[in-house]
């Protein structure tokens, strides 16, 4: 069955760097999310992307987020600069259409550390 | 903005015995939809409710949609230490921005 991959599946990286997590989302889906999940606590919507632009985003996502689909199959979420607040687990999701009884597609997430 | 609450927040149940959580949003949902957390785990798609007063079964596992289309439940009959995880609701406040609930952890005892 197809499914969503991400990597890497865990990173570490110092207060105020630079990060970039991708993901690989199912070859044709259309629709794409990042979400988040601080240890513990719920998953918090981050942005949706259709037709290569930005179609919802979240409070959380502010100037320090952006998104990207470089090619064809990839699909980035890059984080400017890192706060220790940022520490959680990021995940992709992908939808094959925006239709409201689509299958929304988690991908096994991405642990992020910020030290 | 939109608010999604879920409860309870944990339960602790027997194995065999029910195990019922709840899902309340401040505005009416266009569907819901429900996902399972393993621990460690990424969130997997279980089922999607659109119809007001809907009730799906996937066998053990029952899905209520509310009339007004505010709340939700998902009833699991004589649980399984399989069915261990965290249970989530999920409201779009249309197709493309997802409001997840609290979740409620699960826990079952052999």
């Known amino acids: 069955e197809p499914e969503v991959t991400q990597t890497p599946s865990h990173q570490v990286t110092q207060m105020g760097q630079e990060v970039i997590l991708r993901c690989v989302p199912i070859s044709n889906h259309l629709y794409f999310y990042w979400y988040r999940q601080i240890l513990g606590q719920k998953v918090e919507f981050l942005v949706s992307?259709?037709?290569?632009?930005?179609?919802?985003k979240s409070e959380i996502f502010d100037d320090q987020f952006s998104v990207e689909r470089p090619d064809g199959s990839n699909f980035t979420l890059k984080i400017r600069s890192t706060k220790l607040e940022d520490s959680a687990m990021y995940f992709c999701?992908?939808?094959?259409?925006?239709?409201?009884?689509?299958?929304?597609?988690f991908g096994p997430g991405t642990r992020l550390t910020v030290l | 903005g939109q608010q999604v609450m879920q409860i309870p927040q944990y339960q602790h149940v027997q194995e065999g015995e029910d195990f019922t959580t709840y899902c309340n949003s401040s505005t009416t949902l266009s569907n819901i939809q429900w996902y399972k957390q393993r621990p460690g785990g990424h969130p997997v798609f279980l089922i999607q409710l659109v119809k007001s007063g809907e009730v799906k079964k996937q066998k053990r596992l029952t899905f209520q949609f509310g009339e007004a289309k505010k709340n939700s439940s998902l009833h699991i009959t004589a649980t399984q230490t399989t069915d261990v995880g965290t249970y989530f609701c999920a409201g779009p406040n249309n197709f493309n921005k997802f409001y997840f609930g609290s979740g409620t952890k699960l826990n079952v005892k052999p």
């Open positions: 999701a992908s939808r094959l259409t925006g239709g409201a009884s689509d299958t929304q597609y």
């Open positions: 992307f259709y037709n290569n632009e930005i179609s919802e």
